[in-house]
């Protein structure tokens, strides 16, 4: 028998780094280890001499970064003897969720916003099992509901309020150095409840203080215009965006992310749909990366600050792609509705006549 040992998810990668003691039994599915891939197609194309590298969070487990989180908050939920754990969801932390109670063996409850879940965390938090509450209200009356019913039931809440969430995101600012060999001078990140850029500065702070890498990068904190309360400087109420995951007025993580900002020298902005669809297209078309449209703001912002010059050339940035594009498949077909096939005759001649018109 084998005794070699296999790698077996971000825990056991960074066990020294993360709260977990040699008896506790890791709640894990391989997440992490996520690629990080440099774009070839697209600096070229905006003509600018920049390095920039996605870390494409959508090849985890469940599809999204929030099983980086969730690794950790229910290795320790279990661990602190819970039988169920809750959360409020815009969809990716309900799907992961779902799937680590269900490797723990242990129940979700999970809080959606009726009608605006995209299809794909839907159906994988219904087959994971989690028993799935449809409210009739946004995320954040979502998550006001599920601090107030913790308090009342024996429920360990998984938001990213769960600093154990945090710890498990921070890996993922590890790997980025551990694969670079140095700290980006940029991170780019969509921004919603603000539990993964506190996450990240948290990561980079710890490297540098420890050594491994010299520097911090600056991050920049990018919203959907529709749901910007960072960039208005206040929490809003009624936020509206097509990137669903990014869909939030009352970010829980206010204090943290204006932290990450100031101690960084970052900042905020924000970006229209339209603009947000677009750098989701490019990046499919131009470097063969699909992710969901939250996750395209970072690469939307990246791409307009390079533009004006704020990101100067000669730069190294990291943009953090949060999900996979397979999770709003609706959004997707929509945005290429110019481009539905249509279809021909079944001939030889048909399909090569096709053919010859698209060269
Ligand atoms: C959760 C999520 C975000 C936002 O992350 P926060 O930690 O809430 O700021 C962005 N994109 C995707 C795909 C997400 O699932």
Request: aromatic letters at 8%; a negative charge.
């Amino acid at each position: 028998m084998s005794t070699q040992k296999h790698y077996t998810g971000l825990i056991e990668r960074y066990r020294d780094r993360l709260p977990v003691s040699a008896s506790t039994r890791i709640i894990s599915l391989n997440e992490g280890n996520t690629p990080l891939i440099q774009l070839q197609n697209i600096p070229r194309l905006i003509g600018k001499s920049v390095d920039i590298y996605v870390k494409f969070e959508g090849l985890n487990p469940t599809g999204s970064f929030k099983d980086r989180g969730m690794t950790m908050a229910v290795t320790k939920a279990v661990e602190e003897g819970s039988q169920a754990i809750i959360c409020a969801s815009t969809g990716n932390t309900s799907a992961a969720a779902a799937a680590y109670a269900a490797r723990a063996g242990i129940k979700a409850f999970v809080l959606i916003p009726d009608g605006k879940i995209a299809q794909g965390k839907l159906a994988q938090t219904l087959m994971y099992g989690a028993e799935i509450i449809q409210i009739n209200g946004n995320f954040d009356k979502g998550m006001a509901l599920v601090k107030e019913v913790a308090e009342h039931a024996p429920v360990t809440i998984v938001n990213s309020i769960n600093p154990f969430r945090i710890d498990g995101q921070k890996t993922a600012a590890f790997e980025i150095v551990d694969d670079l060999g140095f700290a980006p001078d940029y991170h780019c990140l969509p921004v919603g409840n603000a539990g993964n850029i506190t996450a990240y500065w948290k990561g980079y702070t710890e490297y540098a203080t420890d050594r491994v890498c010299s520097t911090r990068p600056v991050m920049c904190g990018y919203q959907a215009a529709g749901a910007a309360p960072f960039v208005a400087g206040h929490m809003i109420d009624e936020p509206e965006t097509i990137a669903t995951a990014i869909r939030i007025g009352h970010p829980q993580s206010w204090d943290f992310a204006w932290a990450a900002q100031k101690e960084s020298g970052g900042w905020f902005d924000k970006f229209t749909d339209e603009q947000i669809l677009a750098a989701q297209k490019m990046l499919s078309q131009y470097e063969g990366i699909f992710c969901e449209p939250a996750s395209a703001t970072s690469l939307a912002g990246a791409l307009h600050d390079i533009g004006s010059g704020k990101i100067p050339e000669g730069s190294k940035i990291v943009c953090t792609l949060t999900g996979n594009g397979l999770k709003d498949p609706d959004t997707a077909i929509s945005q290429c509705a110019a481009e539905h096939p249509v279809t021909i005759e079944a001939s030889l001649d048909a399909v090569k006549r096709a053919i010859l018109d698209c060269l």
